[in-house]
T-cell receptor
Framework: AQSVTQLGSHVSVSEGALVLLRCNYS??????LFWYVQYPNQGLQLLLK??????LVKGINGFEAEFKKSETSFHLTKPSAHMSDAAEYFC??????????????FGKGTKLSVKP | DAGVIQSPRHEVTEMGQEVTLRCKPI?????LFWYRQTMMRGLELLIY????????DSGMPEDRFSAKMPNASFSTLKIQPSEPRDSAVYFC????????????FGPGTRLTVL
């Protein structure tokens, strides 16, 4: 069965500091991996996704994530946090396994706070 | 494209009343998902459809919940009778058929059951 673990339900950084949000997945087959962001009172919006090819994926708003198969990780980073990055971030995995085509498995989310 | 459209955006009702939430997916998308989000339980998948057919409804909490997709451009999630513990934000999402395709979320319906 697939699963996603996001380490840290809350992360706080100072403006201009590095953002690192951790995501580990469990999958017996090659996964497709996604990061979504949810701003207050809004739906989830895709930040970036890994499907195949280059393991370092760049997304919107300066975020990027690296797929590391050996570590079963897909951590999200941004070199310099901005106040507007304050939101909740969700990691998700999808595989073609067990008839679950199309279904995303979401982590529990990490709420990012950015201090001035 | 207008994106996924949900209505109403906010719903306040009294316990025991029937509630119907509506969703219009993005045109051409084959999958439609209904999620519920609460502080306590996070984001939960309730049910999803492929080509208007329900594929997995194992996340539907009780028989009080039902979902339909009569055609490719419309889906409803109904709660009858509603209870205070149903208070949550309900999201609809849609995507194309491919495994690598993005799931697009609507803005959500905030339901409050008094």
């Amino acid at each position: 069965a697939q699963s996603v673990t996001q380490l840290g339900s809350h992360v706080s950084v100072s403006e201009g500091a590095l953002v690192l949000l951790r995501c580990n997945y469990s999958s017996s087959v090659p996964p497709y991996l996604f990061w979504y962001v949810q701003y207050p009172n809004q739906g989830l919006q895709l930040l970036l996704k890994y499907t195949t090819g280059a393991t370092l994926v760049k997304g919107i708003n300066g975020f990027e994530a690296e797929f590391k198969k050996s570590e079963t990780s897909f951590h999200l980073t941004k070199p310099s946090a901005h106040m507007s990055d304050a939101a909740e971030y969700f990691c998700a995995v999808r595989t073609n396994y067990g008839g679950s085509q199309g279904n995303l498995i979401f982590g529990k989310g990490t709420k990012l706070s950015v201090k001035p | 494209d207008a994106g996924v459209i949900q209505s109403p955006r906010h719903e306040v009702t009294e316990m025991g009343q029937e509630v119907t939430l509506r969703c219009k997916p993005i045109s051409g998308h084959d999958y439609l998902f209904w999620y519920r989000q609460t502080m306590m339980r996070g984001l939960e998948l309730l049910i999803y459809f492929n080509n208007n057919v329900p594929i997995d409804d194992s996340g539907m909490p009780e028989d009080r919940f039902s979902a339909k997709m009569p055609n490719a451009s419309f889906s409803t999630l109904k709660i009858q009778p509603s209870e205070p513990r149903d208070s949550a934000v309900y999201f609809c999402a849609s995507q194309r058929q491919g495994l690598t395709d993005t799931q697009y979320f609507g803005p959500g319906t905030r339901l409050t059951v008094l």
